[in-house]
Structure formats: structure tokens, C-alpha cells
């Protein structure tokens, strides 16, 4: 595998609203430090593909578009992981689940997604606001991304 880069052209954002999404990806990004908690966390990164949300590929064939959040691999009551699964599971973990819940069980689970607008740096980019669960007789299109599960252990 190549790690050259350049410098990108730019792409068009995804525009604000709430999509039908399908988690393709789960990705152990391994231990970080965090430098306003003085500790080191493990960070996991979640991605979605957008099935009502196309681009012309480099190949000239239609693509589904991607987001991805990045997480700190905690259920505490108070982590963004924890309140952003239950909102897409549509339930409270149990007491089980709090003691070991593996998140690889969330690929090809659909969900609602909130996309909301970020700057930084002077740059706009679609961000991940919310996540939902799914309606209940909702239909959700078949995953056209290969599932990808990195877990460092």
C-alpha cells in the first residue's frame, strides 16, 4: 500500500438533514493520549455508508457516500459512545451489556443519522450529530461497501 498524498481537490458536502445510514465499518484505532484528561484512552472509529446519498466515483460509476465518527471506547453514563449507541440501539444497555458489550455487533446495523455542519480552520465539513434507531418497517437498502472489522488484539 501506497502513503503517498496530495493535495486534495475538495469535494461537496453532505448536505445537513437526517439520512438513512448502515454501519460498514468498525475500526480500533488503537491507544491515544489525551492531553486534556492527562490519560491514555482507546479510540475506536464507527463508519456509515449513506445509501440516498451518491457522488460520481473516480471509475465515472455512482458511489454511495461515507461518514465516520471517532469515539473513546467507554460506556460511561457520560461518554458520547454510550448516549450515542442507546440513542441507535433505542434502549438502555443492561447491566450485562455495561460489563462487556463488543461493538463489532453494530456492522450492517442501520440507523438514522443527523448530519449536521462544522468549521474549523476556516473549512466546512458534515459532521455525525446524532445517531437513531431505525423506524420499525423502515426498508434500508443492502450495504454496497465491503464490512470492515480492525481490532488491534
Known amino acids: 500500500m ?7 481537490k475538495g469535494f461537496e458536502l453532505i448536505e445537513e438533514d437526517t439520512y438513512t445510514a448502515i454501519c ?8 491515544h ?8 484512552q482507546n ?9 440516498d446519498v451518491t ?11 461515507v461518514l465516520s465518527k471517532q469515539y473513546t471506547l467507554s460506556l460511561h453514563e457520560r461518554s458520547s ?6 440513542s441507535w440501539r433505542g434502549r ?4 450485562d451489556e455495561l460489563a462487556g458489550f463488543n461493538v463489532s455487533k453494530l456492522l450492517g446495523v442501520p ?3 443527523q448530519v449536521v455542519h462544522d468549521e474549523y480552520n476556516g473549512k466546512k465539513y458534515a459532521k455525525v450529530g446524532a445517531i437513531m434507531r431505525l423506524p420499525k418497517g423502515m426498508a434500508v437498502p443492502s450495504l454496497e461497501n465491503e464490512q470492515i472489522l480492525y481490532d488491534f488484539d
Not at 24 to 31: A, M, N
Not at 33 to 40: A, L, M, R, S, Y
Not at 92 to 95: D, E, K, L, R, Y
Open 81 to 86: 459512545m454510550r448516549q450515542d449507541l442507546e
Open 33 to 40: 493520549h489525551d492531553k486534556t484528561f492527562k490519560k491514555d
Open 55 to 65: 457522488y460520481e466515483g473516480k471509475d465515472g460509476k455512482e458511489a454511495r457516500k
Open 2 to 8: 501506497s502513503l503517498t498524498v496530495s493535495e486534495s
Open 92 to 95: 438502555a444497555f443492561s447491566t
Open 111 to 113: 440507523c438514522l443519522l
Open 24 to 31: 460498514y465499518g468498525v475500526v480500533d484505532l488503537g491507544i
Open 43 to 51: 479510540k475506536v472509529l464507527f463508519m456509515w455508508e449513506l445509501p
